[in-house]
């Protein structure tokens, strides 16, 4: 893979990150799990890639949009994830109660 080919990995990637944002903004959580599989398989692309000097400073500047778009799906996708979370031990609880007192509920 040549200078160019790992700055256009890295480009497809920011382009990834990207929709992924827009993804978690829609609630879209089906898309953004198949965006961070995409994303993946490129990133284990550019892992197995020796390091080129070559445009430097523009990998610098993608992989920093790249983060920022991290930290807003993180920021979206937690209080989510944390909602989820709560649901699911309350169905659990819920269950554990049922079984408790209903001797024909099943588990």
């Known amino acids: ?5 790992t700055l256009q990995t890295y ?4 382009r990834l990150s990207h929709q992924m944002v827009s993804a ?5 959580w089906d898309l953004l799990v198949n965006l961070e599989r995409d994303c993946r398989t490129l990133v284990d692309d550019l892992s ?10 523009r990998r610098q500047e ?3 949009r790249i983060l920022a778009d991290d ?3 993180r920021d ?12 699911l031990t309350s ?8 079984q408790a007192y209903d001797p024909d509920c099943k588990p």
Do not use: C
């Open 24 to 28: 978690a903004r829609n609630l879209e």
């Open 11 to 14: 480009e497809a990637l920011e």
């Open 48 to 57: 197995r890639q020796p390091t080129n000097e070559q445009n430097h400073l």
């Open 71 to 73: 930290a807003e799906i």
């Open 62 to 64: 993608i992989i920093r």
């Open 91 to 98: 169905l659990k609880l819920k269950r554990k109660l049922a």
């Open 1 to 5: 893979m040549g200078a160019l080919d």
């Open 76 to 87: 979206l996708t937690e209080p989510w994830m944390a909602q989820s979370k709560q649901f």
